[in-house]
């Protein structure tokens, strides 16, 4: 399964070589900028160990959470009745969260962007969190503890309680995830206060795929075709821009374009505090989402 699902493994599919060299990577990626983590810019290499962890804490629904830790007592418990196929596919989950996580946070490996390298947990971190509510949905379906619900003189609906339950518990994560569109991927969950406070304390936007939006805002604004100066990646960023609008790439200092040019825009996003730069210029218009900034536009008029 290992070898299917990783193409590295492709090239030389001896797992005796492939894992080994897999944590190697892992735990030895070089990062040469800073992060922001708990309100204060930390280069990389130098983020306490707590990092990850804090990271899933912060970024994963506190029902999926809840649900996680239940699922892992639940079948903690139940081990010795699952069967071995069962109880083979357990330990597998259990290592997919937990094996290259935990050699991260023991040899102190460099990470960033929260969880974003360590996404392959999710999924079994699902199955583990869905066990003991599909256990509860059959024994109270088995009792006949239902919510009966008649539609008329032949038709019944039998809903599961505890489905309701829980689809009504994940509402407010669907809406929330649904004003974040199309960025789905800052979610911070109440621990923090959402998104408008884990913008302050986290990195959020840390792709910068809200420069899409920010340049086809200044395609409309920028009527005169003025110079757009694009901070970060500038290559995703200027396929967007009307092709009579220039783009330049920011180089990092605002103070070396002093003579560039009378008026121009300068769009960034948030991360590096790219926002900052520019200072004297107008914010015309933001990228934002839950009161969260994640990209700003200015404007910049000099005489």
Not at 211 to 223: D, F, G, P, R, W
Request: glycine residues 4%; aromatic residues 14%; contains cysteine.
């Amino acid at each position: 399964i290992a070898i299917l699902c990783y193409p590295s493994a492709w090239i030389d599919y001896d797992l005796k070589t492939w894992i080994p060299e897999v944590i190697k990577i892992v735990t030895n990626s070089p990062f040469y900028y800073q992060v922001l983590f708990e309100g204060k810019s930390i280069f990389a290499d130098q983020l306490p160990k707590r990092y990850l962890v804090e990271m899933f804490a912060v970024t994963t629904p506190i029902v999926s959470l809840i649900a996680f830790i239940a699922g892992l007592f639940f079948l903690i418990n139940k081990f010795k009745q699952l069967s071995n196929l069962q109880k083979s596919i357990f330990v597998l989950l259990v290592l997919q969260i937990f094996l290259l996580p935990f050699t991260a946070f023991v040899r102190h490996a460099t990470l960033y962007d929260g969880i974003r390298h360590f996404l392959f947990v999710l999924p079994a971190a699902g199955v583990i969190a869905l066990c003991p509510i599909v256990a509860l949905c059959k024994k109270l379906n088995d009792n006949q503890h239902i919510l009966s619900i008649n539609l008329g003189e032949n038709s019944l609906v039998k809903t599961n309680i505890i489905v309701v339950g829980f689809t009504l518990m994940l509402l407010p994560i669907i809406l929330t995830i649904s004003r974040l569109h199309p960025y789905e991927y800052v979610y911070f969950n109440s621990l923090v206060g959402g998104i408008s406070g884990g913008s302050k304390l986290y990195e959020t936007d840390y792709l910068t795929i809200s420069l899409k939006a920010a340049i086809e805002e200044v395609n409309i604004l920028n009527q005169e075709n003025y110079p757009t100066i694009i901070a970060g990646p500038w290559d995703g960023a200027r396929i967007y821009a009307r092709k009579e609008i220039p783009t330049y790439a920011f180089d990092g200092n605002s103070k070396s374009y002093a003579n560039f040019q009378k008026q121009f825009y300068y769009i960034a996003p948030k991360r590096w505090t790219y926002h900052n730069q520019f200072s004297d210029c107008k914010i015309v218009d933001r990228i934002e989402r839950e009161e969260a900034t994640l990209a700003v536009i200015k404007k910049c008029s000099y005489n």
